[in-house]
């Protein structure tokens, strides 16, 4: 009990910085209400920007929702030292020159990316003695393409996102043997050039993730690509099955019924099974507390057997 009373007087020291006066707009552009924050700079966003930060990979900015994340210790602790916006705005915008004109609530996506990439992933307007080179970290995994999230300007370009996908990977059921009797496996999505990747459960064929992995979804998106691998010490890792998962379902959906903030639950759409998807059973899109959800059950295709669980939440840019 003393661990959850920990964590709920962190999450509130955490709240309380966001209510502070300068903290009531975003960093970035200004909007009113920010919800989002970049933890590891220290700053509370918006919506539009946290996407932008997104983009940027987590090497430069990890973003984390106020409300609907879990944090740890050292990122509660993080943004309390920080201080919120204006401590953060002093140092990245120190040397901002005045005929410079920053990004508002209205403003297109390039200007917003811009700006953002200027500030934070250039520092051009950081004192020069405090610039830091920010490089992407490479572990030393052997597969490039199963790595975490890191999306560089010259992959995404100025491109205009349309909404948040946060896809919580539940777990696995039956899944193939890799090893003598058992398999280490991991899921990586991707999405367009972006990618991401759950932690290695070992010697398991049900594994529980139970994990969130978050993307920008650009205007034209295609299908969210699962994969589950097993993990290897000593040679490639080996491919234990894939699937496709359509978002345009969600996403329309969503968008016909507009801020489901404002609707009560219901079901507002559905993705099919057919023999054209690796749909174990039909799909629901349904808003729940104010939310647009989905759970999905996958059959994982090229392989022996097994399933994998996904739960996604569709957070729209343009309510």
Known sequence: MSGRHDDTAKMAKLKELLHRSENRICADCSAPDPKWASANIGVFICLKCSGVHRSLGTHISKVLSVTLDQWSDNEIDNMIEVGGNSHANAIYEAFLPESYSKPHPDST???RENFIRSKYELQEFLEPSLRIVSHQSSDSAKHADSSHSVSSKSEVGMVEFIGI???RVKGGTNLAIRDMSSSDPYVV???GQQKAQ???IKASLNPVWNEELKFSVPQQYGPLKLQVFDHDMLSKDDLMGEAEIDLQPMINAAAAFG???LLGDMQIGRWLKSGD???VRDSAVVVAGGQ????VSLKLQFTESGQVELEMQWIPLNI
């Open 292 to 295: 647009v959800k989905q759970e």
């Open 198 to 200: 759950s932690s290695v």
């Open 259 to 261: 801020d489901p903030e």
């Open 165 to 167: 996908l946060n896809v």
């Open 189 to 191: 999505l991707t999405l």
């Open 277 to 279: 998807n690796a749909l």
């Open 109 to 111: 996506q390039e200007e």
